[in-house]
């Protein structure tokens, strides 16, 4: 697999979970992956280990997410982080996929809480984006990671789903902003994930409930969703744009 070979790509939160699982994939179709972390130092060494251990090209980036100043300081990690390798400047790809949830019915939910969810999901990939537009080459592609629950009740995380509707919005508006550079932007929306953002589904019980939600019987594993972002950022993705891919394995289509 050589779809994305020469081409460089940043993943948000690509240390674990459905960003290593992106930052794998992606790595594996030959590009050189930016593995961005928030903290988790050991994550992301592993990550990069794996990717050139299979033969791929990555490095680690980090900056925390959700504070001020943390696309500047992002970009800056990452030109520098370029200059290091000796790499040509730009971007190719840039995956939106870092996010964090908050639990809790409207009522429950703390003000604070609310602007961290808001801040990280929301503010950080608008700037992101914002600030990387002079780096991304025309022709690149910008895939940010939405949810199932902007189509799916769950009020027990009705802040969390709504920025995932926010980045539903930011996506069919950017992809007609860049459409005229070739840039093609769209949103994947995953249901339940065997990750460690959902650590009941490590009780095989709980994960045979929540498997039992989709047409598949089975809850999903990154791979799937790292499936679908690396067809967004090829080639065979250029005609696709705004528009936000449903991959929750069939979740509630009916009863």
């Not at 020469?6 to 794998?24: F, H, P, Q």
């Not at 997410?65 to 290091?84: C, E, I, N, R, T």
């Not at 926010?166 to 007609?176: E, N």
């Amino acid at each position: 697999m050589d779809r994305l070979t020469g081409r460089t790509a940043l993943v948000t939160g690509g240390s674990r979970g459905i960003g290593k699982g992106i930052a794998l994939r992606l790595a594996a179709e030959g590009a050189l992956v930016a593995v961005h972390y928030g903290g988790n130092d050991q994550a992301a060494k592993e990550t990069v280990a794996e990717i050139e251990a299979a033969g791929g090209q990555a490095f680690a980036v980090r900056a925390e997410l959700g504070v001020p100043g943390d696309a500047a300081a992002l970009w800056a990690a990452f030109d520098a982080a370029l200059a290091a390798r000796g790499a040509e400047p730009g971007l190719d790809i840039l995956v939106n996929n870092a996010g964090i949830t908050a639990f809790g019915h409207t009522g429950e939910v703390a003000e604070a809480d609310y602007d961290r969810v808001f801040a990280v999901n929301v503010k950080a990939p608008f700037f992101l984006v914002q600030q990387g537009l002079e780096r991304l080459r025309d022709g690149g592609r910008i895939v940010n990671v939405s949810s199932g629950v902007t189509r799916i009740a769950f009020p027990v995380i009705t802040a969390y789903s709504m920025t995932k509707g926010a980045l539903d919005t930011f996506t069919r508006t950017l992809a007609q902003q860049l459409g005229g550079r070739g840039i093609t932007v769209n949103a994947v929306a995953p249901g339940m994930v065997l990750t460690d953002m959902n650590p009941q589904l490590a009780d095989p019980d709980e994960r045979a409930a929540a498997g039992r939600l989709s047409v598949f019987d089975r809850v999903a594993e990154p791979a799937d969703i790292a499936d679908v972002v690396a067809f967004l950022a090829s080639a065979d993705g250029r005609w696709v744009t705004g528009q936000v891919l449903d991959a929750t394995g069939g979740s509630f289509l009916g009863m």
